[in-house]
């Protein structure tokens, strides 16, 4: 049985008595991704699939946001270090691959920005609720540090809402708030903010009680449309993303960022 307690610093995990494994996000107040959290979330899926006494996933956070980005010692740990920069495609690869081949059915519980690794996280999940209010938005983010999705964005948001719709928040990193990304497909429902976890864990307990094998086979089949698309898009994307670090836009965008000012893109020669 894993120790999860002793194994994750940023995540907590609590199994319910009907094996509904809710993992918390704990990093507040925003949930950014650092290092640490990086290589734990692209774990925490496979430690899942092996656990016999999980069922189903309800994938919540504490704090403000469920999780608005990377930190800014995770995009300094691409700077001039080729073998760090290997790492973070491995863990990168991992979390898409480990989401996709996660078999038990998995909720999403999003309140707050759900930005970058995070948003992706949450809608490759089979149920996604979220908070209904105006905080709570989904936002890919890449282009905010001056480069193109590589970790999941091109693949999930193609399929959830169609091309047309994905280049338009891809591009641009726009937010889509909940009740806009209930309408569009991107997420399954809104929920009153205090009733978001309850609804969440209600949804993950009704998925562990079905028919096991089925559900997990049907979700398996299912899947098969990321992992076809994970096959064609995955490391072409996270190869556009890698190449697009430490060049003009991508250096500019973290100037800004440590800066507090808007990027100048403009003006790059």
Known sequence: MVDYGKKYQHLKVEISAEGVALVTLNRPPHNLINIKMHTELAEIPRELNDDDDVRAVVLAANGKNFASGGDYELFERYKDQPLKKAISRKEARDFIWNMIDLEKPAVAAVHGLATGMGCQMALLCDIVLAADDEKTR?????????????????????????????????YTADPIYAKEAERIGLINKVVPPDQLLPAAMEWGTRLANLPTSAIRWAKAALNQWLRVGAVNIFNYSWGLQMYAMDKPDNLEALAAMKEKRPPRFRDLK
């Open 138 to 170: 989904f936002s890919d983010g890449h282009m905010n540090i001056g480069v193109p999705p590589g970790d999941g964005g091109a693949l999930i948001f193609p399929l959830l809402i169609g091309l047309g719709r994905a280049k338009q928040y891809l």
